[in-house]
């Protein structure tokens, strides 16, 4: 049973990672073809768009992952009732708040574009049109977003990040090609709608063959189930709240504080680090619906070994590739898009330490999500947001940009140590210090050993900006291997890489 689960969570995570890295490539490499084709207020224009709408997934109300959490209980149970019931209602649910906030965008997308995009050389009209094709998109992701959550309560995120690579690929084809028919910034609203109606249709199609039981049906509405599971979706709804106001409001600060311009710098460091957030992150998305099944069925105990193991991966792979990055953030940024964007060098650095520490709090989060205790998720999204208002206000307007990420950098540290705290008072025969210290000291130490060195080198022998992202990479690949030498026990982790059928 012990080896099965954690095949289970190593080969999702294996399917993510995948997933992350086909988007990871193809994300950066949109950048400077945005810009190219439409400029630098262009590109600003548009992720202010996406920040907006990132905002609207607020309306989310926490049903997503309650979907998953539930459909994995449900199935470790047998029951494909209630696994049937929580999918319609909950289709229902998002289908008449995306109504809701598609009309509200609708009458109000003057104010919006004034107010809060404020475009200066780019038509208004322009602006509007793309938001609504925007949120259009937006809404329509969001209410067959139940088919994704169902599939990933199955623990089939095999499929899942099947499909949304598809998706990836298509989009930025179409994004490119429309670039270049001179669309514009329309262009990239009408990719993206196109990529999400035939992301739909494979997921459909996906969920059927999977689970042929899983029947659609608007009618099956049970406002009973809604209310059974309103104690964790309110929660997940408040945390994600919170989540968008300490990972998305830097960027809103930054545009009414400095500027557009300097929010599209911003975002240059920004982007760079979420692709690698979300790549590490890969290792700690199938925890939840995991420990949600084991808990059930095992019990805390079983729940502390997954929580131990995974920790220690995660911490493996994440510190040296973050703290690569805040070494080599010049080198990063030179080699991406050239010289002219060295303001954006120092937010890389600071900004992959905060995420960092943010991931390594991704398996602390899971399990405490997965065993029940979403209220104290939620509270350590309240300590983070609080904590992300305050310093990121504050020093935006002593320090410009770097002093934004300082105030994130600040309020990740805060709210992780809240959210270990509160784990050791669950896990009370475990110290997680001493977990952490273990799990971390060699991959930290062995980075700061090998990198700073390599930096050096680099900068008083070689000038040609490839030639130092290779030296960076191989230096990246040794303290990799200088960890995989110190402990070749990672069966679980190959076995997961080996069973991986694409």
Same mark, same amino acid.
Request: charged letters at 10%; aromatic letters at 14%; a positive charge.
């Given at each position: ?239 994600? /709240? +919170? *989540?968008?106001?300490?990972?998305? &409001?830097?960027?809103? @600060?930054?545009?009414?504080?400095? %500027? $557009?311009?300097?929010? #599209? ?116 999204? /309240? +300590? *983070?947001?609080?904590?992300?208002? &305050?310093?990121?206000? @504050?020093?935006?307007?002593?320090? %410009? $940009?770097?002093?934004? #990420? ?97």
């Amino acid at each position: 049973m012990s080896s099965e689960i954690y095949k289970k969570i190593g080969g999702n995570s294996i399917y993510t990672l995948i997933r992350r890295v086909i988007i990871l490539p193809i994300g950066l490499a949109i950048v400077p073809i945005i810009i190219k084709f439409i400029g630098v207020e262009g590109y600003g224009v548009w992720i202010m768009i996406q920040t907006l709408l990132a905002y609207s997934s607020v309306m989310d109300m926490g049903l997503s992952p309650a979907i998953t959490k539930y459909t994995a209980e449900y199935d470790g149970q047998g029951d494909h009732r209630k696994m049937i019931q929580i999918f319609n209602t909950l289709f229902v649910v998002y289908l008449f708040l995306c109504l809701i906030l598609f009309l509200v965008v609708f009458v109000g997308k003057g104010i919006i574009v004034t107010s809060l995009v404020r475009p200066v050389h780019i038509p208004k009209e322009t602006v509007s049109f793309v938001l609504i094709i925007s949120v259009l998109v937006f809404c329509l992701t969001m209410v067959f977003s139940v088919y994704p959550s169902f599939l990933n309560g199955l623990q089939r995120m095999d499929v899942t990040n099947k499909i949304d690579s598809i998706s990836s690929v298509i989009k930025f084809a179409l994004s490119v090609l429309f670039l270049y028919f001179g669309w514009e910034i329309k262009g990239l609203a009408l990719a993206g709608g196109i990529s999400c109606i035939i992301v739909i249709a494979l997921y459909i199609y996906a969920s059927k063959r999977i689970a042929p039981y899983l029947t659609f049906n608007p009618f099956l509405f049970n406002l009973k189930t809604l209310q059974e599971i309103w104690g964790f979706s309110m929660y997940g709804a408040m945390s994600n /709240v +919170v *989540a968008m106001i300490h990972l998305q &409001l830097d960027k809103l @600060i930054i545009n009414y504080v400095l %500027g $557009i311009n300097s929010l #599209a710098m911003y975002d240059i460091a920004h982007r760079l680090v979420s692709f690698l957030w979300g790549l590490c992150g890969s290792f700690v998305v199938p925890i939840m619906p995991a420990i949600s099944k084991i808990h059930i069925t095992d019990g805390i105990e079983k729940s502390k070994e997954v929580f131990q193991t995974v920790f220690q991966y995660t911490a493996l792979i994440v510190c040296p590739l973050f703290l690569f990055v805040s070494v080599f953030a010049h080198t990063l940024i030179v080699a991406w898009l050239g010289t002219g964007y060295e303001n954006a060098v120092s937010v890389l650095r600071i900004l992959s330490v905060a995420y960092m520490m943010n991931i390594l709090c991704g398996p602390v989060t899971s399990v405490l999500s997965g065993m029940g205790s979403y209220k104290i998720t939620f509270y350590g999204g /309240v +300590v *983070a947001s609080v904590a992300a208002v &305050l310093f990121c206000i @504050i020093l935006s307007l002593k320090f %410009g $940009i770097i002093g934004c #990420a300082v105030g994130i950098l600040l309020a990740f540290l805060l709210a992780d140590t809240f959210l270990f705290l509160w784990l050791q008072r669950l896990f009370v025969s475990s110290s997680l210090s001493r977990l952490a210290y273990r799990s971390l000291c060699f991959p930290v130490v062995i980075s700061i050993i090998i990198f700073p060195g390599t930096k050096v080198l680099i900068e008083h022998f070689f000038s040609n900006r490839y030639i130092g992202l290779m030296l960076a990479s191989v230096a990246l690949l040794i303290v990799y291997g200088a960890i995989i030498y110190k402990d070749r026990n990672y069966r679980v982790v190959w076995q997961s890489i080996s069973a991986v059928r694409w």
